[in-house]
């Protein structure tokens, strides 16, 4: 019987494996091979002649401040000084140390009060962080950091010598450590940086650098921004970051018009059509509370807010965004939908879960929508509190921490590990009509037609001004399912069919098809943050159930 068990086991293992190593491209083999197993020396040459700045350079986005003092900082809702945690601390997770390493804070909010802080610190980082040893220079951080310093000298600040020396000497590193293996945000960010230091810098080497950057850019931006302007990792939270890239992008080519001629120039005149597409994407994507979604991997205070990428894109030349009407919004290529009707705002997935070869921050959400109404969020997915590889980050990223369906207790996408995905689901026939003045939605996916019975779940919605009706049936053979709804913190539950939100408005709700009952769970719109909130759970008890929301102002 054990030796059974085993091979059972080993046998979904490699099933696992199969399914998730397939889609990967050639490039990610062997470039995580060449990155594992070459190490170049770092380039320790004086740096090249900074470049003298001949445009306009704007403000750019500002973020929270993480500093608290000197030396301590907070990341994620953690806080933590040098003198406990040094540069590379095992003691802290990595994201928190990636963040130690960015230096965001000489670009956040009121930046210049902290300006001897900042100088100390960065002369402290150059000492106590060798050319390529540590967290600090792996490509990630390192780019990331590059492009601070850089924006942070154009704002007006002075970079000490020694800072200057250590920016060629990280361009030159990172030129030599790009994460083709990774792909996606990653070399994008990579790329970015070496326009940075391309355009900063000047001389030979530094038009190398900026060409290399460009190259990687101008290859990557479309296939990563789709023709509806949505980032393709279909995450809100990485969309606002990828807009803040391009915006950034667009600030630096006018800091420094025409470098030079050919590739550089011809990217730099597309970057207006390109920041135009993502804003609308972003607005149509943030609920009437002014911030982000949450599909896929996303959360509070790691991009800037909408509303401050929207003011940064205005600082630097770009009109006011129109606001959007009632009606549908059908992000096509991304799979969102967005329904405005009245005081209802709704936003639908039926999206693919991204790119099959990068779906490191995929939730298993496929068919999951979240809801306002007047204003304020009242029907939420569950957010983003961790990375790494533990069961809290993996429980977030199951199906059963949305808005929809769960079927015989297993996730419509198979996500494991932090940053895996199995087998996934894929969305199909999606309908949309109008009836009586209320508009309809409906898609399939076949997320679990992996299953004996195989069985398929569709859902439709159906949108009114003053009523919402969810309805999800599962055909095929299964033994159990159930839908899930949950309530936004602020929402109050008056008795069992009635809701009061926040600002006093009252919603009825009532169900069908199926065995309702109240369960606590948790919102983490913040990394570190975890919000005690209520779940409505509908367990089937046949094929189809439904449930209905009717509110009116008061």
């Known amino acids: 019987m054990s030796s059974d068990f085993s091979a059972m086991a080993a046998l979904s293992t490699f099933r696992t494996y199969w399914h998730t190593l397939r889609y990967l491209r050639p490039v990610q083999f062997y470039s995580r091979a060449w990155f594992k197993l070459t190490r170049p020396r770092p380039d320790l040459r004086d740096a090249p002649p900074v470049r003298a700045r001949s445009g306009p350079w704007a403000s750019p986005a500002r973020r929270r401040p993480s500093l608290t003092g000197p030396s301590s900082f907070w990341f994620l809702n953690e806080e933590h000084s040098l003198a406990e945690v040094g540069w590379d601390s095992a003691d802290v997770g990595k994201l928190w140390r990636y963040n130690q390493h960015y230096f965001d804070d000489l670009n956040s909010v009121e930046a210049d009060s902290r300006a001897e802080w900042h100088r100390t610190l960065q002369a402290r980082w150059v000492g106590e962080n060798p050319p390529a040893l540590g967290t600090g220079w792996e490509p990630y951080p390192t780019s990331v950091r590059i492009v601070n310093w850089v924006k942070w000298a154009l704002d007006g600040q002075f970079l000490a010598p020694e800072c200057i020396q250590s920016l060629a000497v990280q361009a030159r590193w990172l030129a030599r450590r790009l994460e083709r293996h990774l792909l996606g945000n990653h070399l994008f960010v990579n790329a970015k940086a070496l326009v940075f230091a391309g355009l900063y810098f000047s001389g030979p080497e530094a038009e190398q650098w900026l060409e290399k950057g460009t190259r990687i850019l101008v290859r990557e931006v479309p296939e990563q921004i789709l023709a509806d302007g949505g980032q393709f990792e279909r995450s809100p939270m990485y969309h606002a970051l990828a807009l803040e890239d391009v915006l950034d992008l667009y600030n630096v080519s006018r800091a420094f018009p025409r470098p030079g001629q050919g590739r550089w120039c011809a990217f730099a005149d597309m970057l207006p059509e390109l920041v135009g597409r993502m804003r609308n994407w972003l607005a149509a994507m943030s609920h009437p509370d002014g911030e982000i979604s949450f ?22 030349g770009f009109p006011v ?3 959007l009407q009632n009606g549908v919004t059908h992000l096509v290529q991304s799979g969102y939908v967005r329904v405005q009707r009245g005081s209802l705002v709704a936003l639908l997935d039926v999206a693919a879960i991204g790119p099959d070869y990068l779906p490191g921050h995929a939730h298993a959400d496929t068919l999951s929508f ?25 429980r977030q990223r199951g199906t059963a921490a949305h808005n929809t369906v769960t079927v015989d207790g297993l996730d419509s996408s198979e996500v494991w590990s ?6 996934r689901a ?15 939605v409906s898609c399939t996916h076949d997320g679990y037609q992996r299953l004996p019975g195989r069985p398929v779940h569709t859902r439709e919605w159906r949108l009114g001004s003053n009523a919402l009706r969810v309805m999800d049936r599962v055909g095929g053979t299964f033994t159990n399912a159930i839908a899930r709804f949950f309530l936004h913190p602020g929402v109050e539950i008056l008795t069992e069919q009635a809701l009061r939100l926040p600002n006093g408005e009252r919603a009825q709700w009532s169900v069908s098809g199926g065995t309702p009952r109240l369960a606590r769970s948790s919102w983490h719109p913040e990394f570190g943050v975890s919000i005690p909130n209520q779940c409505i759970e509908i367990e089937f008890e046949g094929s189809e159930i439904s449930l209905q929301l009717h509110w009116k102002r008061i």
Do not use: H, K, W
Not at 299 to 312: T, V
Not at 374 to 380: A, E, M, S
Not at 418 to 423: C, L, S, Y
């Open 295 to 316: 599909f896929n991997d996303a959360a509070f205070g790691i991009a800037p807010s909408p509303g401050e990428l929207d003011a940064y894109a205005r600082r630097i």
């Open 370 to 394: 979240e809801l306002s109404l007047f204003g304020q969020r009242v029907l939420v997915n569950s957010g983003t509190s961790q990375y790494g590889a533990g069961t809290e980050r993996l």
């Open 418 to 423: 932090g940053f895996r995905v199995a087998r």
């Open 426 to 440: 894929r969305p199909f026939d999606l309908r949309f009509a109008e009836v009586d003045g209320t508009i309809v």
């Open 321 to 323: 965004l129109v606001p």
